[in-house]
């Protein structure tokens, strides 16, 4: 887990779409995507629920947002 990790999910959370966090962190979709993906790989779950309206935060991954923003 890396801060820039950390970053990119408390954006994705804040925006609700991965495409909104990159454009508000000024990198491409496929950089946070490729990170949230990275981080749910080495947590072993899921951060967020997709759906229709965009990304919602699971139990596990209100706990991880609730550390990163404590960062």
Do not use: H
């Amino acid at each position: 887990m890396t801060f820039q990790q950390l970053q990119y999910i408390l954006e994705i959370a804040r925006t609700g779409t991965v495409a909104g966090a990159a454009k508000a962190l000024f990198i491409s979709s496929s950089s946070v995507s490729i990170s949230l993906n990275a981080l749910e790989k080495e947590l072993g779950y899921p951060i967020f629920t997709r759906t229709q309206k965009g990304l919602v935060p699971t139990t596990s991954g209100s706990q991880v947002l609730d550390y990163a923003d404590q960062i």
